[in-house]
């Protein structure tokens, strides 16, 4: 199984801060990479595909990068409502995702 | 509107059995694969398995975790997905998802709300 690894675990940010996560794949993945927005009691929800291509509707402050085993999410300028949890997932292979990363308010 | 509805989840001792229930609309069932995804409280989500569409040969594939207890079927005329869970563990406690695949990739584009497996004595 590929294993995805995520950092920090936990980040506390300001509403304006720019924001990055990492997600680092324990073999290639080439692109097959998904980013998920989670809150509380809610499923998740796709906010980037193949890496970098942002889902319909999804504000374009989300911006994701990288390849092979490297990975980033950019979030360019905090707001309210992304105070959330959020994982990676690679679909090269069977899918397995990261074990998260919590945005709380600093 | 795409819409996957959960059902089935609930209280169940261990080494029993319970069949989850993925009810979808607002697209052709067999056009698209479907996943069932897990979380148990407080941890992050784990893929127990996948049936892909017809046009990818409608195959399954299941997570080792579950592999050999857990079967998927589906029931094509009513649009259902079914999570078979035989031999249940403790540690198969979790919210139980199913969601929708978009082209042949095993990304989840849209998720159902969730169903709750607790497996206790």
């Known amino acids: 199984d590929i294993q995805m690894t995520q950092s920090p675990s936990t980040l506390s940010a300001s509403v304006g801060d720019r924001v990055t996560i990492t997600c680092r794949a324990s073999q290639s993945i080439s692109t097959w990479l998904a980013w998920y927005q989670q809150k509380p009691g809610k499923a998740p929800k796709l906010l980037i595909h193949?890496?970098?291509s942002l889902e319909s509707g999804v504000p374009s402050r989300f911006s994701g990068s990288g390849s092979g085993t490297e990975f980033t999410l950019t979030i360019s300028s905090l707001q309210p409502d992304d105070f959330a949890t959020y994982h990676c997932?690679?679909?090269?292979?069977?899918?397995?995702f990261g074990q998260g990363t919590k945005v709380e308010i600093k | 509107e795409v819409q996957l509805v959960e059902s089935g989840g609930g209280l169940v001792q261990p080494g029993r059995s319970l069949r989850l229930s993925c009810t979808t609309s607002?697209?052709?069932?067999?056009?698209?694969?479907l996943n069932w995804v897990r979380q148990a409280p407080g941890r992050g989500l784990e893929w127990v398995g996948f049936?892909?569409?017809?046009?990818?040969?409608?195959?399954?594939e299941y997570a080792a975790s579950v592999k050999g207890r857990f079967t998927i079927s589906t029931d094509d005329s009513k649009s259902i997905a079914y999570l078979q869970m035989n031999s249940l563990r403790t540690e198969d406690t979790a919210l139980y998802y199913c969601?929708?695949?978009?082209?042949?990739?095993?990304?989840?584009?849209?998720w159902g709300q969730g169903t709750l497996v607790t497996v206790s004595s």
């Open positions: 049936i892909r569409s017809k046009a990818n040969g409608g195959t399954i």
């Open positions: 997932q690679q679909y090269n292979t069977y899918p397995t």
């Open positions: 607002g697209f052709t069932f067999g056009d698209y694969g």
């Open positions: 969601s929708r695949w978009t082209g042949g990739s095993s990304f989840s584009q849209y």
């Open positions: 193949k890496a970098s």
